[in-house]
């Protein structure tokens, strides 16, 4: 199965025509692509499955967001988001885990993971997991597999290394982020490639070995 190209066509005239009117007009058409999604996010669900159990029986609808926006706190008040996102976890898009991460958006698609703004107990706990096991975190990073697509970990960061850790830590920098996310971009005509399923699980395989370690940490709380 390929992820339907007109996903793209119609996420491209949605940022053209983000309002209701023109939205409502065409909801035919996203409730078709929606389900078209739907059903391709299980099958890569079933792959990831395969090489890791721990994200366990997740059904797709619990992993993809939904396309309407929360204008209540914000100045942009276009009423809808111009992309189709999933995020394969144990316990779905809000179980708190490290997982995987499809995005498709006009000139901005990725495929993600890790974990991304998370409280700050599960943050502290990361941090801890990375001092006390550095060398095995630095392999992970380090290693062919993850390097080949992942060429750092993205996101804010503080200016020091945070209270409770040594100032002078060799690795204090990997300590200091806000997020423990990496992604890997993706032009519209690699997401519209037949090739682009396998592309997500090769992804998707690198990115292992860097969500169970930070799972690791949350799991010993």
Do not use: C
């Not at 999604?37 to 890569?44: A, G, M, V």
């Not at 792959?47 to 619990?62: N, R, T």
């Not at 008040?77 to 394969?88: E, Q, S, V």
């Amino acid at each position: 199965m390929v992820l339907n190209k007109d996903i793209i066509n119609f996420l491209k005239a949605l940022g053209k025509n983000n309002n209701r009117e023109w939205f409502n007009a065409n909801k035919s058409l996203f409730n078709k692509l929606k389900l078209e999604f739907e059903t391709y996010i299980q099958l890569i669900i079933k792959k990831v499955h395969e090489f890791d159990k721990s994200i366990g029986v997740l059904m797709a609808k619990d992993t993809i967001y939904r396309i309407y926006r929360d204008i209540r706190f914000t100045h942009d008040k276009t009423p809808y988001k111009t992309n189709f996102g999933a995020y394969i976890s144990r316990g779905g898009r809000s179980g708190g885990y490290a997982g995987y991460y499809l995005h498709i958006e006009p000139g901005a698609s990725m495929l993600a993971g890790g974990l991304y703004m998370p409280p700050p107990d599960i943050l502290k706990a990361v941090r801890t997991e990375i001092y006390e096991n550095i060398e095995e975190f630095k392999d992970i990073i380090g290693s062919r597999d993850f390097s080949k697509y992942f060429k750092e970990i993205w996101g804010e960061k503080l200016k020091s290394v945070p209270q409770g850790f040594p100032g002078d830590f060799e690795d204090g920098e990997l300590l200091k982020f806000k997020h423990y996310t990496v992604s890997v971009d993706l032009t519209d005509e690699e997401v519209a490639d037949e090739g682009y399923t396998e592309t997500a699980i090769k992804v998707f395989k690198a990115l292992k070995p860097f969500n169970m370690f930070l799972n690791n940490a949350i799991e010993n709380m």
